[in-house]
């Protein structure tokens, strides 16, 4: 693809699974079988222009829902516990400092 690209990916080869690289191999390999269809074939059937412009439109959507983030969130269950704990206590903190100052505002203005 792009070595600049390809360079950046060896140098975190460590934070992505090597599942990734498999599923980039495939696709690429994919992608260079189906460039020999060339354009002007996918473009001409109407059906098939309008499959492309729906699946854009879907893609365009799952970017602006950050839907990939949320599957990477909830695909690593401990990630998410720890998330989910870190935030209840802080939750937890802010309540308790909350109760404290109203008691204290409370006890000196009596």
């Known amino acids: 693809m792009n070595p600049e690209f ?9 934070a ?10 495939a696709f690429d ?5 189906l460039s020999g269809f060339g354009d002007d ?5 109407p059906d098939i222009r309008a ?22 969130i909830i695909a690593n269950p401990s990630r998410l516990m720890g998330i989910n704990f870190i935030i209840g206590f802080i939750r937890g903190l802010g309540f308790s400092l909350a109760v ?3 008691a204290l505002a409370v006890a000196l203005s009596v």
């Open 41 to 45: 074939y996918i473009d001409s059937d």
């Open 100 to 102: 404290i100052a109203v």
């Open 29 to 33: 390999r994919q992608k260079n079988h």
């Open 6 to 14: 390809d360079d950046k990916i060896q140098t975190k080869k460590d």
């Open 51 to 72: 499959l492309r412009h729906e699946i854009k439109l879907m893609m365009a959507l799952f970017k602006q829902s950050n839907f990939d983030d949320i599957v990477h």
């Open 16 to 25: 992505v699974r090597s599942d990734a690289f498999v599923a980039k191999q």
